[in-house]
């Protein structure tokens, strides 16, 4: 099936920094979500991108749908220690179905 | 707006025995919810698709009279293990389409972290 490659797995920054986590595919894909986890709770979503070449930004969060329709791109700006978390990317298969397939996630661990 | 919720958050039950996760749409309609599975540090993994008013879809490998899916009005989907056993243990989450939103977004509640003992 198609698949959703997220790098990197990890990411340890300090406050205030900028981060950018990316999201690959070897098909192409014409939805690119973005999601938060915290510890113990369901993902919520951040950024929903429907268009190629898109850049959308939700506050601090910047995500774009790549020109290839196969990346996606997420960027977060002065980081603060409550952007902790897992950001999953997401998008639905090619087969007309709702269903979505998830990337294994992005770990971000902000340091004070 | 797309509020879900689960209930309940977490249940500790013994092996053999049946436990029922609640999935609601607070505040929209949902003729579609989806039950997910999430190991520690690992990713969601689709157990099926809940639609209302008829039987579920489930992914391939899970076992449909294990895990019984009801959909039964368009705000409540239930998610039944039957028989638990230790290795059931795990972190579900259901999650929704707002048909008043754009047609992907998936909208989660906060899980229910299930321990078969």
């Known amino acids: 099936g198609q698949q959703l490659n997220q790098s990197p797995q990890s990411m340890f920054i300090q406050e205030g920094e900028d981060v950018s986590m990316n999201c690959t595919s070897s098909s192409i894909f014409n939805t690119w979500l973005w999601y938060k986890q915290d510890p113990g709770e369901g993902p919520v979503l951040l950024i929903a991108?429907?268009?190629?070449?898109e850049l959308t930004s939700n506050g601090r969060l910047t995500a774009q749908f790549g020109i290839t329709r196969k990346d996606s791109f997420l960027n977060i700006s002065a980081s603060i220690p409550s952007d902790v978390g897992i950001y999953f990317c997401?998008?639905?298969?090619?087969?007309?179905?709702?269903?979505?397939?998830f990337g294994k996630g992005t770990k971000l661990t902000v340091n004070p | 707006g797309a509020v879900v919720s689960q209930h309940p958050s977490r249940v500790i039950c013994k092996s053999g025995t049946s436990v029922k996760i609640e999935c609601r749409s607070l505040?929209?309609?949902?003729?579609?919810m989806f039950w997910y599975r999430q190991f520690p540090k690992q990713s969601l993994m689709l157990m099926a698709t809940?639609?209302?008013?008829?039987?579920?879809?489930?992914e391939q490998g899970v076992e449909k009279d294990k895990f019984l899916i009801n959909h039964a009005s368009l705000t409540l989907s239930t998610l039944t293990v039957t028989s638990a056993h230790p290795e059931d243990s795990s972190f579900y989450i259901c999650s929704a389409n707002n048909p008043g939103g754009r047609y992907y977004e998936q909208y989660f509640g906060p899980g229910t972290r299930l321990t078969v003992t």
């Open positions: 809940s639609n209302e008013g008829s039987k579920a879809t489930y």
């Open positions: 991108l429907y268009k190629a070449g």
């Open positions: 997401a998008g639905p298969p090619q087969g007309g179905s709702e269903k979505l397939v």
């Open positions: 505040d929209f309609q949902a003729t579609t």
